[in-house]
């Protein structure tokens, strides 16, 4: 599986943006795919995630509110819309997926298999 991850910009506080995951074919319906990002400097932290199973969706406690995940079965396409970012929110951003996740394992960046390139989310304050 390869993924690309687009989207990405520079953009004001307050502003809002859709990164956008593409797979190179169809998801499984035991896929996970989760979103991470990391800001210069520090270490990949989690940001969200959605379970092809079932369809729920998870949020770090810092995004919680202010950003959506959706997926687009028809576009092997999964988006994270960040609304009213913050300069905290700067970062470059990964999208990843992995098959047959345990619910406790999704925030974790090794539970995945196959990660895209990053894009870079900068965010002016």
């Known amino acids: 599986v390869q993924l690309q991850a687009s989207g990405g910009g520079l953009v004001q506080a307050g502003d809002s943006l859709r990164l956008s995951c593409a797979a190179s074919g169809p998801f499984s319906r035991t896929s996970t795919v989760g979103w991470f990002r990391q800001a210069s400097g520090k270490e990949r932290e989690f940001v969200a995630a959605v379970r092809f199973s079932g369809g729920s969706t998870h949020f770090a406690n810092s995004v919680k509110g202010r950003f959506a995940i959706s997926r687009d079965n028809g576009k092997n396409t999964v988006y994270l819309q960040m609304n009213n970012l913050k300069p905290e929110d700067t970062a470059v951003y990964y999208c990843?997926?992995?098959?047959?996740?345990?619910?406790?394992?999704?925030?974790?960046?090794?539970?995945?298999?196959?990660w895209g390139r990053g894009t870079q989310v900068t965010v002016s304050s």
């Open positions: 990843a997926t992995g098959s047959r996740l345990i619910l406790s394992s999704i925030s974790s960046a090794r539970a995945y298999d196959y």
